[in-house]
């Protein structure tokens, strides 16, 4: 079984200033890890996603995620916010073939708000 | 994605009512996937399909039926619709062993 934690479902930040969404995983295998970003009256988008090689996976618009199995974390952070930033985030977790072919399990979202 | 596409992008029906929801794929990607998604729930997998012959239950498929058309058409149909079915509903594809699942834009729908 696999599940999926966001530790925040609201975040503030003003534009310019260090962001950090928190995510907590358990599975049965080795996970791969993902993190989508959901912008209003918009589909989801994959903004970076972690498959057992680099701990500290780099993806689109500056977001960085470090994968810590001791702490069965992987955050999301971003050094400077971007009005632009302003979105639904969900931590995702897949078990892959192992865990039964593939089946994402959806953290419930952190919302985003970037203030000037 | 653009290579996603879902229709009806909106629509209301009321209790009772039969509906289809529409997804088709220009990806080539073997796989499709029906997510409803609430709000403070994130999104919940309804059905999923490796290919065109194997169809499977997801977490919460009572009151949805599906159909694999062909490849790249994965269609979602409520056959007596009721309130609580109302909410946003994903498709996804993803491509043999690629765990990575790309989404389409959404169908938004009430059920009065």
């Known amino acids: 079984a696999q599940s999926v934690t966001q530790l925040d479902s609201h975040v503030s930040v003003s534009e310019g200033t260090p962001v950090l969404l928190r995510c907590n995983y358990s599975?049965?295998?080795?996970?791969?890890l993902f993190w989508y970003v959901q912008h209003p009256n918009k589909g989801l988008q994959l903004l970076l996603k972690?498959?057992?090689?680099?701990?500290l996976v780099k993806g689109i618009n500056g977001f960085e995620a470090e994968f810590k199995k001791s702490e069965t974390s992987f955050h999301l952070t971003k050094p400077s916010a971007h009005m632009s930033d302003a979105a639904e985030y969900f931590c995702?977790?897949?078990?892959?073939?192992?865990?039964?072919?593939?089946?994402?399990?959806f953290g419930t979202g952190t919302q985003l708000k970037v203030e000037l | 994605d653009a290579d996603v596409t879902q229709t009806p992008r909106n629509r209301i029906t009321k209790t009772g009512k039969r509906i289809m929801l529409e997804c088709s794929q220009t990806k080539g990607h073997d796989r499709m996937y029906w997510y409803r998604q609430d709000p403070g729930l994130g999104l919940r997998l309804i059905y999923y399909?490796?290919?065109?012959?194997?169809?499977n239950k997801g977490e919460i498929s009572d009151g949805y039926s599906v159909s694999r058309q062909a490849q790249a058409k994965f269609s979602l149909s409520l056959e007596s619709a009721i309130p609580n079915q109302t909410a946003l509903y994903f498709c996804a594809t993803s491509g043999g062993s690629q765990e990575t699942q790309y989404f389409g834009p959404g169908t938004r729908l009430l059920v009065l």
């Open positions: 972690y498959t057992s090689a680099a701990t």
């Open positions: 995702v977790v897949s078990d892959g073939a192992a865990g039964g072919g593939n089946k994402l399990t």
């Open positions: 599975s049965s295998y080795s996970p791969s």
């Open positions: 399909s490796f290919d065109v012959k194997d169809i």
